[in-house]
């Protein structure tokens, strides 16, 4: 199957133009924690990782989504959905449309095999099978195929060579 994983979530460093892509919580958590989003930011925590241009507007769309947010908010037992919850619902569903494509395409040529043996005369009973194969045995010729005796085609090993000490 080809890696057809979404790449993550994008979190750009303003410090050092890198980019890097989370995708297990713990590591979004970290970046978001290294962010200006982070709890400890006003503590000098703040290390220049920022959402991708692209994440800051899903979240905001998704903000706007009152279907999403609702449900998010009943998931989260009532209360108030960070931007954390949003991230990893976001992620959750793109990692759901990876998977179902994935699926869809796990076995590209079974619908091919299916058909094709759906279309195929039965085989013939092991009884029909035999006699034929009994048949073709009938044909050989048994001298034709006997193997070679050692008696008729000897193999001579060349004499050891004897020397005598003077």
Sequence with gaps: MENNQPKGIGFFNIKSGETHYARMEPQIQAYINS?????????????????????????????RNETKMEFL???????????TQILYAIYGEQLRAAQEQADEHESPFEEEYLSEISSKPEPKSEAAIKPAVEDDLDDLDPKEEEP???????????????TKKK
């Design 35 to 63: 962010s200006d989003l982070g709890i400890n930011a006003s503590r000098g925590q703040d290390f220049g990782w920022r959402l991708e241009p692209e994440w800051v507007k899903r979240v905001k769309d998704f903000r």
């Design 73 to 83: 908010t009943t998931r989260n037992g009532g209360q108030k959905v960070t931007t």
């Design 148 to 162: 070679t005796t050692e008696e008729e085609s000897p193999v001579v090993a060349p004499k050891p060579s004897v």
